[in-house]
């Protein structure tokens, strides 16, 4: 068969009814990680390892080489050649949550949808990827390259799947996942989680002069759940010296009001207990929030505080307060194709009697590295007697725009759908970083809403269809 005579959307249509009732099958089982049924060779549980079966059994059943990497991972192979091209989805899901409209592992077909948690992340997609390497399959098509498909079980919380199946079995020469959004994603900022933290005997040892006229003392403060998020909510108990309790409530409303923020001020006891409210979105994004937690210690920089209380506090409105892009660390660096580095104050937590600690999230575009900024910022840390604990780097991760990989996937999906492909850099992380050179390939179409860990999860059964017939000719294109 010459490749100009391929309608894979024909091909598609001929497999219709099988996928569909596939796909609502694979959807049945609640793969959600449950560490009460793991055990070895299922090592997140009973559920996940029986979505992990389903699939490579799928892809048994087709003709295909399987193999199941202990409960970690598993993978399914066809072709022959030296080099390999991977596709990579992943059989666990978030917990469903409430308020759903069909029972969410019931998989029911709605209108013109399949709902299920795992309906869009990343089941129905994952079961279009073993569609499309179905029809090449059937097709008989020649191929110069091996083609590997392989399921993750650990995507939705530490990817402990990936690092355990890539320390075991060989990188593909190159791949992609389908489990964000069409066009393609092929860069992706590098992401550091770091924690500053300042001792109380590493505040001691600054020396700092004691102040005697002071109006309250900062005894705690809290904002914020997860470095990756924007606090919306902050809270912090001053102990009124210098005025009343009353006084200080009433410099907190007449704040609040000045400035239009929303929050709240009340005596408990000999203290004053200060709210302030934010708004929460993703820390990829800061500058799209409001952080309840430094708009809160700005508020703080109008009181004459304790020593420590007030280095804290010049500290966090100089270095994070509206400071989404890092300019006064000055580590700020903007990217024309990735986009700025960004920072997120994530988690503020102020003990007078114990430690001062900031979640802090920065990610950054492949103009710079990790090396290059940490130093300044450690620097900045350093005067204030914080340190700098490291707990997460991950590198930037992007494949040249010029790379066939991204050409030919870009043609494909020109070809499919008869749209123009653009490309597009992002600032969070996609499964399609596991791979040494991977992009994201849909699953979700431009203008889509993204329902993915929302109730009433669901994947248009034409759009199931539209991406089973592009990742086809996406997989023989590759391959062939
Ligand atoms: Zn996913």
């Known amino acids: 068969m010459s490749e100009m005579t391929i309608d894979w959307r024909a091909e598609v249509e001929k497999r219709k009814e099988e996928l569909i009732a596939t796909t609502q099958q694979f959807l049945r089982i609640k793969s959600v990680m449950d560490f009460s049924t793991a055990r070895e060779g299922a090592p997140f549980g009973e559920d996940v390892n029986n979505a992990l079966q389903f699939a490579l059994g799928v892809c048994r059943d087709a003709g295909m080489e399987i193999k199941d990497v202990d409960g970690y991972a598993g993978h399914a192979e066809f072709g022959t050649g030296k080099e390999l091209i991977g596709v990579l989805s992943h059989v666990d899901v978030v917990p469903e949550g409430d308020g759903w409209s069909t029972p969410p592992y019931a998989a029911e077909i709605v209108g013109d949808r399949i709902v299920a948690r795992g309906a869009i992340d990343d089941k129905g997609p994952g079961m279009a990827a073993i569609f499309a390497a179905k029809i090449v399959k059937e097709l008989g098509l020649p191929l110069s390259k091996r083609v590997r498909l392989i399921f993750g079980t650990d995507e939705e919380t530490l990817w402990r799947c990936m690092k355990y199946y890539f320390e075991r079995e060989e990188m593909p020469t ?35 002069a004691h102040k005697q006229q002071i109006d309250a003392r900062l005894i705690e403060l809290k904002a914020g759940l997860r470095m990756n998020m924007v606090p919306d909510r902050a809270q912090a108990v001053l102990e009124p010296v210098g005025k009343t309790a009353e006084q200080l409530v009433a410099i907190y409303r007449d704040y609040l009001q000045q400035q239009g923020k929303t929050g709240n001020a009340a005596v408990e006891g000999s203290r004053v207990t200060l709210s302030m409210e934010g708004v929460s979105v993703h820390g990829m994004d800061p500058a799209k929030g ?95 007697a914080f340190a700098l604990e490291i707990e997460e780097v991950q590198v930037p991760h992007r494949v040249d725009p010029k790379h066939p990989l991204v050409t030919t996937l870009q043609r494909v999906y020109t070809e499919q759908t008869g749209e123009e492909a653009g490309i597009m850099a992002i600032g969070g992380a996609s499964y399609g970083r596991a791979l040494d050179v991977g992009v994201a390939f849909g699953p979700l179409f431009p203008g889509r809403p993204d329902c993915a860990h929302q109730r009433d999860e669901y994947i248009l059964i034409k759009d199931l269809l539209k991406a089973t017939a592009i990742y086809a000719q996406a997989i023989y294109e590759l391959a062939k």
């Open 290 to 384: 409001v952080n309840a937690g430094t708009e809160l210690v700005h508020f703080l920089k109008e009181l004459s505080l304790d020593e420590r209380a007030e280095q804290f506090a010049s500290f966090t409105d100089t270095y994070l307060h509206e400071q989404h892009y890092g300019e006064a660390l000055g580590i700020a660096q903007d990217d024309q194709e990735m986009g700025p580095l960004t920072l997120n104050t994530g988690v503020i937590s102020y003990e007078a009697e114990g430690d001062i600690a900031f979640d802090i999230n920065i990610r950054y575009p492949h103009s710079t590295t990790f090396e290059e900024w940490q130093p300044i910022v450690l620097k900045r840390l350093e005067e204030a």
């Open 174 to 208: 190159m791949g992609f996942t389908p489990d964000a959004d069409f066009p393609l994603i092929y860069a992706e900022k590098g992401l550091t989680h770091l924690v500053w933290r300042q001792t109380k005997e590493a505040f001691a040892k600054q020396g700092l």
